[in-house]
């Protein structure tokens, strides 16, 4: 049974970066099987997908993000990491990790999502 | 960007009730559409794939149809632990895009 947990700060600064990181269980980040992404929701609102990444080839963002977002494998570690930059107050929102299942791109497993808040 | 457009926003149902959702894409994206539901405080769960594949240990009160730009999530008999919001989501193209939800309450 393949689980996935955020794991970071829930406060980050305005113009700092924040930093998540996503541990898998049950699955392993380097096998090509997955791809793994990022989501996130802010309060009462719906849902963004942020990008995806995989063993093999470059992350895919969303280019309403792209030129903030950095996204990595640590497959010694077995996990998945976010780096978004210059944060801003609209930034703040629950933030999920997911993994992926091609072609039909679903995700099929999701963290349970952890909040980050933009302010000094 | 493929905008995908829910409707309605919200609904009031009753137990036992046949609920049906609609999804619109703002283009053709053949049968690439999910659906989820997503309780308060958790995080979505994926009911449908591929626009009408259930998804293993999902009730088969749940069904969805179309392709092409309209799309259809049905329950054909609401129970207490449905009430939530729905969400598609288009993964014909990136970046991959959610609806804005459709509630349903009691």
């Known amino acids: 049974q393949v689980q996935l947990q955020e794991l970071g700060p829930g406060l980050v600064k305005p113009s700092q970066t924040l930093s998540l990181t996503c541990s898998v269980s049950g699955a392993s980040v380097s096998s090509g099987t997955y791809y793994w992404s990022w989501i996130r929701q802010p309060a009462g609102k719906g849902l963004e997908w942020i990008g995806r990444?995989?063993?093999?080839?470059?992350?895919n963002y969303n280019p309403s993000l792209k030129s903030r977002v950095t996204m990595s494998l640590d497959t010694s570690k077995n996990q998945f990491s976010l780096n978004l930059t210059s944060v801003t107050a609209a930034d703040t929102a629950v933030y999920y990790c997911?993994?992926?299942?091609?072609?039909?791109?679903?995700?099929?497993?999701w963290g349970r999502g952890t909040l980050v808040t933009v302010s000094s | 960007d493929i905008q995908m457009t829910q409707s309605p926003s919200s609904l009031s149902a009753s137990i036992g009730d046949r609920v049906t959702i609609t999804c619109r894409a703002s283009?053709?994206?053949?049968?690439?559409l999910n659906w989820y539901h997503q309780k308060p405080g958790k995080a979505p769960n994926l009911l449908i794939y591929?626009?009408?594949s259930l998804q293993s240990g999902v009730p088969s009160r749940f069904s969805g149809s179309g392709s092409g730009t309209d799309f259809t999530l049905t329950i054909s008999s609401l129970q207490p632990e449905d009430f939530a919001t729905y969400y598609c989501q288009q993964s014909y193209s990136t970046p991959l895009t959610f609806g804005g939800g459709t509630k349903v309450e009691i």
């Open positions: 997911a993994k992926l299942i091609r072609p039909q791109w679903y995700f099929d497993v």
């Open positions: 283009q053709t994206i053949s049968s690439y």
């Open positions: 591929a626009a009408s």
């Open positions: 990444i995989y063993t093999s080839g470059n992350p």
